[in-house]
């Protein structure tokens, strides 16, 4: 089981080790196995390149989500625009490393199954992006 990390951009996040462990937690408590996730903090333009060329969509958007997973056990690559991240915590009032952990924590949660387009799938995400955030503890991680 392993978490990765690349960036196109320069960012500062909580130590790689306790991001990797906190991530860790969040699989285990969805009752999953973690095989291989990747992290690429990146530019807006970046991310919707990637979003015209696999989803055919040309909206600027935070995160993407590829799904590898087999069954039971979790795989994926995660691409999040730090600008984005970086404006939505503006906009929410929030700091730019909440914000962040909150993206990274959606993208997990989308390897796990949690949809958000509706309402309801919104709700439940929202939940579980809250429960993710609270197993994060740098301390003890």
């Known amino acids: 089981m392993a978490v990765y990390f690349s960036s196109t951009v320069k960012i500062k996040t909580p130590a790689k080790k306790a991001l990797s462990a906190w991530v860790e937690k969040i ?5 999953r196995a973690l095989k291989t996730i990747s992290y690429t903090f990146c530019t807006d333009e970046e991310l919707l390149q990637k979003n015209r060329q696999f989803l ?8 993407i989500t590829f799904d590898y997973s087999e069954e039971n ?3 994926g690559e995660i691409y999040i625009s730090t600008e984005r991240v970086r404006e ?3 906009k929410f009032n929030v700091r730019f490393t909440d914000e962040l952990m909150r993206v990274m924590a959606h ?6 199954g949690y949809k ?12 579980a992006e809250n429960r993710a955030i609270r197993l994060f503890n740098p301390l003890t991680s």
């Open 56 to 63: 055919n969509h040309s909206t600027y958007t935070d995160i």
């Open 88 to 90: 939505n915590a503006e």
């Open 107 to 112: 993208g997990v949660l989308h390897l796990c």
């Open 27 to 31: 699989v285990a408590s969805e009752k």
């Open 73 to 75: 056990s979790l795989s």
């Open 116 to 127: 958000d387009k509706s309402p309801i799938q919104q709700k439940q995400m929202r939940a």
